[in-house]
């Protein structure tokens, strides 16, 4: 991917076309930012990357409905714009409503009645005039469903003492030493290849650690959303089949209920995962990972293939769970929104975790680079 972003860019073409080239880790993210914002001739980018599009655009073309609209500013201008749009467009459209339901019923009184038949077929006329205004009604976006753990743990949740872990002899991962708490975010940064999944695989226990040790409370319940999960779902399987073979009672009616509340409802229910789309696919995982409530929930790369109401509905259901939280993101607006009081940033570079104090909302690439040379 950056292979072949580096030949695109080093052409410096007149117009330059980018299809979601964000897909890179934090810091090629912020690099490519940085470029494209003093890019001399045009561009014209996909993206669902919020920060992005606020750094580069000028004009936002929105495609809805099979129609294309064009909009001055950046992202957030777009969005506010639209909001007022619609704002106004609902105003309008139920002043409309009352004066159509005021014709209406003058029409229904008075239409058999000789002396204002005249008056009622004017009224009659003028309804079939009036030009409808379609209020602009969002893509409803499904909120997601990420439970909390029913009781709290005492904490750690788990506590790692010098451990590393690997594939091999020689270790991804070395020296981690730290306590996850009950109420800890804990969002992993760090170039493609530091062993964030690695970590995260470490923490859920798919990993073992092969020096140290890594102890778990004996009742931890983790939810885990692993980064190529997608790639993984059985094509065949149904929301369904997914949800009843976490239920113990084999009821229907329970099994549909849970799968609605998962964002499946009805037909939806038995889509062939195959035929879901990767916005819903990643709904389900993440409906399946955090099913009963976990203590520790585990997202690595979720947003992948999640458009920006959906991130901005996935970060409302992360600051809506109660249990410890570790992000792994390339994502700067989910990270900085997805964050808590309480929250730490955590960086894993060369192999060992390192904690930050840098706040991600003050982060450009200069910083990053100078935290990670910190070293
Ligand atoms: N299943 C595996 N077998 C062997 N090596 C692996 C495996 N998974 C990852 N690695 C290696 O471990 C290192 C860290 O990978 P990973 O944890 O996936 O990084 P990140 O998630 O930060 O991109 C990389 O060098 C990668 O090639
Ligand atoms: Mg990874």
């Known amino acids: ?86 704002a106004i467009q609902l105003k309008q459209k139920k002043k409309q409503d009352d004066q159509r339901r005021h014709l209406q019923s003058f029409v229904d009184r008075f239409r058999a009645k000789a002396t204002k038949a005249a008056q009622a077929q004017s009224r009659l006329k003028m309804l079939t005039k009036i030009e409808p205004v379609t209020a602009i009604v969002d893509g409803q976006v499904l909120p997601f469903h990420l439970p909390s753990p029913q009781k709290p743990l005492r904490p750690p949740l788990v506590a790692m003492d010098d451990a590393s872990t690997g594939y091999g002899e020689v270790p991804v991962l070395r020296q981690l030493s730290l306590n996850i708490s009950d109420d800890d975010r804990i969002g992993l940064l760090g170039a493609n290849g530091n062993g964030k999944s690695t970590f995260a695989k470490l923490v859920s226990g798919r990993l073992k650690a ?31 089949q997914c949800v009843a073979s976490l239920m113990r009672e084999g009821i229907e009616a329970k099994i549909r209920t849970k799968c609605a509340q998962l964002g499946f409802p009805n037909v939806k229910a038995d889509t062939q995962a195959a035929q879901l789309s990767g916005g819903e696919k990643t709904r389900l995982l993440l409906g399946l990972a955090s099913f009963n409530g976990p203590h520790l929930l585990i997202l690595d790369e979720p ?15 992360i600051n809506g769970y109660n249990g410890a939280v570790i992000l792994v993101s390339h994502d700067k607006y989910l990270l900085t929104l997805a964050r808590t009081a309480s929250g730490s940033w955590k960086l894993i570079r060369s192999n060992h975790l390192m904690a930050t104090s840098t706040i991600i909302t003050n982060m450009s690439s200069s910083v990053l680079a100078a935290a990670t040379a910190d070293e």
């Open 303 to 317: 947003t992948n293939h999640l458009d920006i109401d959906s991130r901005a509905a996935l970060i409302e259901a």
């Open 210 to 240: 092969t020096a140290g040790s890594v102890r778990r409370s004996s009742k931890l319940e983790v939810g885990y959303f692993a980064q190529h999960q997608i790639d993984d779902l059985d094509p065949l399987a149904t929301p369904y």
């Open 1 to 86: 991917m950056r292979v072949a972003l580096a030949a695109v860019l080093f052409s410096q073409p007149d117009l330059l076309l980018l299809d979601e080239p964000t897909n890179l880790d934090l810091e090629g993210t912020l690099w490519l930012v940085d470029y494209l914002r003093l890019y001399r001739a045009t561009i014209l980018v996909i993206s669902h990357d919020r920060d992005l599009l606020d750094a580069v655009c000028d004009h936002i073309l929105h495609l809805d409905q099979a129609k294309l609209a064009l909009w001055r500013g950046n992202y957030s201008s777009f969005e506010q714009q639209r909001r007022e749009q619609q």
